[in-house]
């Protein structure tokens, strides 16, 4: 074992698009636990597009990220030292690690990984994005049999377990993304029914087409001209579950031109953070997980190597150049 | 009685804002009831935004108004003559007669005024407008004791009442009006908490000083930058009733930009259209309408004189020059 450990800093907040200046890697001694901490190596680290939002120092429904402090972000790893009698050396685990190898964990928001499914699923399909999946989904769209349910970012984390879900519903589950093979891998490898690229030119008619009966659901990743565009295709009491606004991470202008739909439609409008509903993650988790074990749940992972690759990572993310759940994965 | 029926059409769509010219005054008799009819005397017509919407040939939640046809309209007024056993001569009664001085009824949406209170409420207060107000606030908006309730168009049929209601709630209410004597209506004749003019060059302080826990429910009348405004201030898990967006029926943009608030803030933004909700009314009239007898309740009409006036009373209140309900009384 290591007695270094690395981690990535916030150095700056971002102007615009992120950099990688913005980050900092420094070193640590690998930390000793505690009377009832334990000390875990982490295996695998999450991006996630909330951390953009926690650069920035706005007000919003977290605190921003700390200046000069180890990044936040979910990890899964495994149980190297416990003085903690719950937890035994061996042992895995999921929890708010962050960009670093080794974290120490008084046993708050750690969450042992059962045998059976492989650990890094406990970040994606069966962690915080397929559980945002299933809440907005299920929880605020409420989607019934032979509706349609259009979901943005489709090839993402969270979108495509959205539309794994409807299709399981007996929905009718189309997909928004940017470029032809993340369409095709939705269609062909996730089984949505259908999946639109926005940045063809042909994206409106594509669109219209992809929906010939409306939009009874949306599950929103992305804000911008994407929504506008769902918008207008919503149908009466039509239900939008706005996970994330990605299109205005950059500090793009995100405004929304096609309000009158929520009066017109008689819209229901949400917004949603998964983590205020730990309530029903253990229910989430078990559906999810029983999904991916019997094979009517795919996904994919996108993995860049050694702690290092994190801050280009996260940047590729953003700009949507991953497939699947963005990871990294540790050397140590 | 006359023997004449004065009528206005709809003569031809608007371009941009409604004209005069975009109605006709026509004549017919006034016509005979068959089996089963009755024929109302209109003495008082009710004019409203949603009207704005009808004329454009747009996909809506109702179908245009047809080109040619007497505009439709919320009215009250006298059995004058009838041949169905529930109605007798001297009935008031509130129905859709539209822009005209006689209509024929089989009876559907056709209520029975009680005795008690002035006939012209049950086109405010204790009508649609009232019960909008209602449904809103109390089925959208939820309000809890101590919570600060906003509507914009605050003077106006639908916000005077939303305020009110809020304050008998126990609801901190803050109206958005346009101008000095408007805003003073609000507070001192209403008994709003505050009003803020968002024509004045102080709207942003002022508006920010008027809701320094921030919002907590938004009934929206007007869209647009008033809008844009609320959001900015709405409080985490906030509700917005959805109920006009005034500011766009001239064509003008109504671009929304603090979409993210929706996400920041877990809202619930939820569009209705209070016809859609008739099991609701009996009881919400009931309501309203002991308010209204308690003096707990108060409005205020703008009444327009004669038949001939309507097309101009309607383009005043689209430009926000009535206070309170805007009526037109016929002659006959």
């Known amino acids: 074992m290591s007695t270094r450990n690395r981690q990535w800093l916030l150095a700056s907040r971002p102007r ?4 990688e200046s913005n980050f900092r890697l420094a070193e640590a001694d690998v930390p000793a636990p505690r009377d009832g901490e334990v000390l875990v190596r982490v295996h695998y680290l999450s991006l996630d597009p909330y951390m953009r939002g926690r650069m920035d120092d706005a007000k919003s429904y977290a605190a921003p990220q700390a200046l000069g402090e180890v990044m936040i972000g979910g990890t899964v790893g495994e149980v190297v030292e416990s003085r903690n009698p719950r937890w035994s050396k061996g042992d895995l685990a999921v929890g708010p690690g962050g960009w670093q190898e080794y974290h120490l964990s008084d046993g708050k928001g750690l969450v042992k990984i059962p045998p059976g499914l492989p650990e890094s699923v406990y ?3 069966v962690g915080m994005p397929g559980i945002t999946a299933w809440y907005g989904l299920l929880q605020i769209g409420k989607p ?3 509706e349609t349910v259009v979901v943005s970012a489709a090839s993402g984390a969270v979108g495509s377990v959205v539309g794994q879900l409807a299709k399981l519903r007996g929905c009718r589950a189309v997909g928004i993304a940017g470029g032809p093979a993340k369409c095709a891998h939705v269609v062909s490898d996730l089984g949505f029914d259908a999946c639109v690229d926005y940045k063809s030119h042909e994206f409106r008619d594509a669109f219209q ?5 409306g939009i ?3 599950f929103e990743n992305v804000g911008g001209a994407v929504l506008d565009a769902s918008l207008a295709r919503m149908n009466a009491f039509g239900r939008i579950a706005v996970c994330g606004l990605i299109a205005g991470y950059g500090g793009q202008d995100i405004a929304v031109r096609n309000v009158r739909s929520i009066l017109v439609n008689r819209l229901l409008v949400q ?3 998964v983590s205020e509903h730990l309530e029903l993650w253990p229910q989430a988790m078990q559906e999810l997980g029983a999904a991916v074990a019997e ?3 795919r996904y994919r992972e996108t993995v860049a190597q050694g702690i290092e690759s994190a801050p280009r990572a996260f940047i590729g993310l953003l700009r949507g150049e991953n497939l699947g759940k963005q990871l990294v994965r540790m050397g140590g």
């Open 209 to 213: 087409a992809a929906v010939p009966g």
């Open 144 to 146: 019934r049999p032979g």
């Open 271 to 273: 917004g949603f953070i």
């Open 16 to 19: 615009g698009p992120v950099e």
């Open 123 to 125: 970040l994606g399909a």
């Open 295 to 297: 094979g009517k749940l």
């Open 216 to 218: 009874d659901v949306l």
